[in-house]
């Protein structure tokens, strides 16, 4: 099974800025074919989403995240981004990318200090 990878997650003061990358454990899977979906888990807090990005390249964000965070995709990287910046203590979380088809993968922890 085809499994997302992400990265890029680490400590990080408030107003800051991280950019997430997910890619996938097999170069049979391509992202600009599939809809992505960035999702984060706050601790004891269900699984929500963040953002969302379309084959066509159209992405779509919950107010929560809107004006902060960015999605964007490296076709020929098959890598999909999340440009997180001003960001908040309530933004600490662990960060998933998943997309039809995929299995979930380990996460990356976003921890924001205040």
């Known amino acids: 099974q085809v499994q997302p990878v992400e990265s890029g997650g680490g400590l990080v003061q408030a107003g800051g800025s991280l950019t997430l990358s997910c890619a996938a454990s097999?170069?049979?899977?391509?992202?600009?074919?599939?809809?992505v979906t960035w999702y984060r888990q706050p601790p004891g807090k269900q699984r929500e989403v963040v953002g969302i990005?379309?084959?066509?390249?159209?992405?779509t964000y919950p107010d929560s995240v809107k004006g902060r965070f960015t999605i964007s995709r490296d076709n020929a990287k098959n890598t999909v981004y999340l440009q997180m910046n001003s960001l908040k203590p309530e933004d600490t979380a662990v960060y998933y990318c998943?997309?039809?088809?995929?299995?979930w993968g380990q996460g990356t922890q976003v921890t924001v200090s205040s």
């Open positions: 998943n997309s039809p088809g995929l299995t």
């Open positions: 097999r170069s049979t899977f391509s992202f600009d074919r599939n809809t």
């Open positions: 990005i379309i084959p066509n390249g159209y992405t």
